[in-house]
Each structure stands twice: as C-alpha cells, then as structure tokens.
C-alpha cells in the first residue's frame, strides 16, 4: 500500500461541474500539498497546508490531520482546469507523491 | 512564474556521456530538492541540498550528484549516462529541509539519452 494515495486516478467533468480530488496518507507529515502539472511538465504548488482549510480564487483545499485526509475542490471548473493533481506529503527532508489525479474538463 | 528556472531546457546526450543540470532558487529558500520523472509516472525524489551540504537522499546510484553554491544555485550532475536516465529533471526550492512552506518548481530540463 502507498503511504499516499489519490483518487480518483483519472476524472473528466463537463465545464462548471464541481470538482473533489481526494488524498489519503498514512505516514506522519509537517504539512500536505496540493499541486498542479500541466502537459510539458511544469509543476505549480497551489496549496500547502498543515491544518483546516485555505481558499484562492476557485479553488478549495481542506485537510483533517486526524483522520489523515485532505481534499481539493474546483468550483465551477473551466477547461482550463484540466491538468494533473498531485497530493505531496512532506515527511522528513523529502516529499511523497501521490499518484495524480488526470483532470480534464470538456467544454 | 516562479523564481526557479532550470536550464537546459532540453538536451540530448547519448549513453555513457555526463551532464550538467542548473538551478536557480527562489530569492530567500536555502534548501533545493531534486526530482526525476519518467515519462508517464510521478516524480521520484533524487537528493536535498540545504545549505550547500546534501540533506537527504533517494534511491538513486552515486553517479547522481550535485551541488548547491552559496547563491544556494544549484547543479545536478549525472555520469556514465544510460537510456533510463531519460526523464524530466526538476528542482524545487523551499525555505526549509522539511518542505513546509510553499514550494517553488523549475519547469525542468527534459534529458533525451540516446
């Protein structure tokens, strides 16, 4: 079993859908991330977060340290949404990756 | 945009040959991990540098080395070069060793090896 996990591992959504990406780990962590990778590999950090809930913009991210659980949510999604989630945990001096979740969003 | 840029951007190297991977931190973040992604798959941690002394180490062979200046930039070298190296290389700044703060990744340097 991963220490992290994501799911669901592939979503396609029509335009404006609201979106939930889920995360589970099941080791120790000082904060989680949330980040995005766009075809062609840049990767962007979206979120950290170590308790409660963070906003910005259309994007919600929420974590609860007890049960070992963090979501992310897109409201009113766009095509411009579509990418790869990427749920990291931060344990000692290096990051466990989730699997990614591959989000496309039609028109 | 980020502060981190990495170059090359792409290069082609064929087996056995050496390369040089470059990055630049965020303003403010001593520390720079590294990454390797394979085509397809999720990336794979390499090494940490903190304060110009390696931190932290993944499963990578010693052939996998680097290097962080006082600048705290940062190189990422790789000898006797084999066609599974091919990957895209990233790097990450943040402002400490147990990466709790936002991170900041280069777009990375895609590495053809032939």
């Known amino acids: 079993k991963n220490e992290v996990e994501q799911s669901p591992q592939n979503l396609t959504a029509q335009e404006g859908e609201f979106i939930t990406i889920n995360c589970s780990y099941s080791?120790?962590?000082?904060?989680l991330h949330w980040l995005q990778q766009h075809p062609g590999g840049g990767i962007v950090s979206l979120f950290m977060?170590?308790?409660?809930?963070k906003k910005h913009g259309r994007l919600i991210a929420t974590i609860n340290i007890q049960e070992k659980h963090s979501s992310l949510h897109i409201t009113a999604s766009h095509p411009r949404d579509s990418a790869v989630y990427i749920c990291?945990?931060?344990?000692?001096?290096?990051?466990?990756w989730g699997a990614g979740t591959k989000l496309i969003i039609k028109p | 945009e980020t502060g981190v840029t990495q170059s090359p951007t792409h290069l082609i190297k064929t087996r056995g040959q050496q390369v040089t991977l470059r990055c630049s931190s965020q303003?403010?973040?001593?520390?720079v991990s590294w990454y390797q992604q394979a085509l397809g798959q999720g990336p794979q941690f390499i090494f940490q540098?903190?304060?110009?002394?390696?931190?932290g180490r993944g499963n990578f062979p010693p052939r996998f080395s680097g290097l962080q200046f006082p600048n705290y930039s940062s190189e990422l070298n790789v000898n006797a070069l084999e066609l599974d190296d091919s990957a895209l290389y990233l790097c990450?700044?943040?402002?400490?060793?147990?990466?709790?703060?936002?991170?900041?990744f280069g777009e990375g340097s895609r590495l053809t090896v032939l």
């Open positions: 990450a700044s943040s402002r400490d060793q147990a990466n709790t703060g936002e991170l900041f």
């Open positions: 303003s403010g973040h001593n520390t």
């Open positions: 540098y903190y304060r110009e002394e390696e931190n």
């Open positions: 080791v120790g962590i000082s904060a």
């Open positions: 977060l170590s308790s409660g809930k």
């Open positions: 990291a945990v931060s344990g000692n001096y290096q990051l466990i």
